[in-house]
């Protein structure tokens, strides 16, 4: 004979089928930081890396691909117009002309040069004349002779003027020619 189960019995079934409470940990502030902070530092480290990549393959284009070859600058002739020595105030004046030679031996690469250059040429610390050069556009592989006439009056020192008639009595004057001027570069056209 089958009898139900007393009462107490019942209860425990009843207690073991019970669903047993589950722990919800309260939401602590410092943790919550400590992720966004983590976040943050590997985004910015993505930021960096992905920089990093954009440099050097940019780097490894212009080198490998473009090829980059600096340009040659030449004095083809220095011609003399004018150089007028007056002894009684040590003063010179003097005109040149100064042809110069600029090779661009990039075959994708071309060269602006921009409008402010300047040429100048000096003997022994002092500068003698000055020229502009105008602004121009030098194609890839091109070779181009620029000639810029050069003036100016300048007062040499006793030292100066003495080592200078030195310099032409031998038939050697050392001059030092100077060019300045602002580069841009043009890459593929």
Not at 81 to 98: A, I, N, W
């Amino acid at each position: 004979m089958n009898l139900p189960p007393p009462p107490a019995q019942k209860y425990e079934m009843l207690n073991h089928r019970r669903a047993l409470p589950t722990y919800i940990p309260r939401a602590d502030p410092s943790n919550h930081r400590r992720g966004c902070c983590r976040r943050c530092l590997c985004c910015f480290c993505t930021f960096l890396l992905l920089l990093l990549l954009a440099f050097v393959a940019a780097f490894l284009y212009v080198y490998l691909v473009v090829d980059p070859k600096f340009p040659a600058y030449k004095i083809d002739s220095l011609t003399i117009s004018t150089f007028d020595v007056k002894p009684l105030d040590m003063s010179l004046g003097t005109e040149f002309t100064v042809a110069v030679r600029a090779e661009n031996p990039n075959e994708k690469i071309g060269i602006r040069y921009g409008d402010g250059g300047e040429v100048s040429v000096g003997f022994n610390g002092t500068t003698l004349c000055r020229g502009r050069i105008p602004g121009f556009y030098q194609p890839e592989r091109n070779t181009m002779v620029l000639a810029v006439r050069l003036s100016g009056k300048s007062s040499l020192r006793a030292g100066a003027a003495a080592a200078l008639a030195e310099s032409r009595s031998a038939g050697k004057v050392p001059l030092d020619v100077r060019i300045k001027v602002p580069v841009g570069l043009r890459l593929g056209g």
